[in-house]
């Protein structure tokens, strides 16, 4: 049985950062991929970044060159650090895993979900 749990999150304000992790079980990220998406009140889901099983990254356009996805395979772990915060950003943030060691953009194509984590970005 597979479960994502996901912690950190909370408030900042505009160009601040937080951080939010995810803690797997039931699934090994030595192998698996990893990534984290977004839902903002009134808007759909959306791709926010991922890890491949090998480590290398993927971002969605809007995130690009602020947040950075991190996994510690020992851990069975990820994180998401977001920098240069924006009051756009403010979503509840989502875990997902998937049974391929490729990440995808596609919701779809992610088995596995956390419960997601708020994060809120003031002026």
């Known amino acids: 049985q597979v479960q994502l749990v996901e912690s950190g999150g909370g408030l900042a304000q505009v160009g601040g950062s937080l951080r939010v992790s995810c803690a797997a079980s039931?699934?090994?990220?030595?192998?698996?991929?990893i990534g984290w998406f977004r839902q903002a009140p009134g808007k759909e889901r959306e791709f926010v970044a991922h890890?491949?099983?090998?480590?290398?990254?993927g971002y969605g356009d809007s995130v690009k060159g602020r947040y950075t996805i991190s996994k510690d395979n020992a851990e069975n772990t990820a994180s998401l650090q977001m920098d240069r915060l924006k009051p756009e950003d403010t979503a509840v943030y989502y875990c997902?895993?998937?049974?391929?060691?490729?990440?995808?953009?596609?919701?779809?194509?992610?088995?596995?979900w956390g419960q997601g984590t708020q994060v809120t970005v003031s002026l």
């Open positions: 890890v491949h099983w090998s480590g290398t990254t």
């Open positions: 997902a895993a998937r049974d391929h060691p490729y990440g995808s953009r596609s919701i779809a194509d992610w088995q596995y």
């Open positions: 039931g699934v090994s990220l030595s192998n698996s991929a």
